[in-house]
T-cell receptor
């Protein structure tokens, strides 16, 4: 019954080695979000897609990119992970941009070594 | 700009005691407000939401919250804590910037002792 699925749940990557996190949804929602959550902090929005339209937050580093090849899937690419990028990455969806009841996935915990 | 403040990064209660988690918002217009719960190494789950209908909102797992405009508050309560309620709780407000962006508070960790 999982509606927003993130893979993998845990990811270990090397400093500077590109890494991709994936998210899929069975809700057919128009909007998909990526949040970064560092230890003991609130989730911080990195960017979102409304359908195929990509919207980057002003303070999201260029190191973070995203792809949404179709409605169901969205990827987070970190081009050159630094130690400061270690965090929980949360994917979420909502039906529309004005309906902000967001449904979250289980998250991917990224460790950079 | 809209924001939320959660008072108390940690709240400790005994099992069976009242749970009260505080959230105050700042908004120039009536906001949409949400409470989310996060268990360790999990995503966020919506507990309840206020969208300008009834001011007393009932959510899952016995939680409820009351929107008080005069106090700009949206505190979360549960009459009797259970061990399984131990988690991180986030209050969030919709930020009306063209697209309605969720802005989270810093979270309150609820500890429940036997």
């Amino acid at each position: 019954d999982a509606m927003v699925i993130q893979n993998p749940r845990y990811q270990v990557t090397q400093f500077g080695k590109p890494v991709t996190l994936s998210c899929s949804q069975t809700l057919n929602h128009n909007v998909m979000y990526w949040y970064q959550q560092k230890s003991s902090q609130a989730p911080k929005l990195l960017f979102h897609y409304y359908d195929k339209d990509f919207n980057n937050e002003a303070d999201t580093p260029d190191n973070f990119q995203s792809r949404r090849p179709n409605t169901s899937f969205c990827f987070l690419d970190i081009r050159s992970p630094g130690l400061g990028d270690a965090a929980m990455y949360l994917c979420a969806t909502s039906r529309d941009i004005v309906n902000t009841e967001a449904f979250f996935g289980q998250g991917t915990r990224l460790t950079v070594v | 700009a809209q924001s939320v403040t959660q008072l108390g990064s940690h709240v400790s209660v005994s099992e069976g005691a009242l749970v009260l988690l505080r959230c105050n918002y700042s908004s120039s217009v009536p906001p949409y407000l949400f409470w989310y719960v996060q268990y360790p190494n999990q995503g966020l789950q919506l507990l309840l939401k206020y969208t300008s209908a009834a001011t007393l909102v009932k959510g899952i797992n016995g939680f409820e919250a009351e929107f008080k405009k005069s106090e700009t508050s949206f505190h979360l309560t549960k009459p009797s804590a259970h061990m399984s309620d131990a988690a991180e709780y986030f209050c969030a407000v919709v930020m009306n910037t063209g697209f309605q962006k969720l802005v989270f508070g810093t979270g309150t960790r609820l500890l429940v002792s036997p």
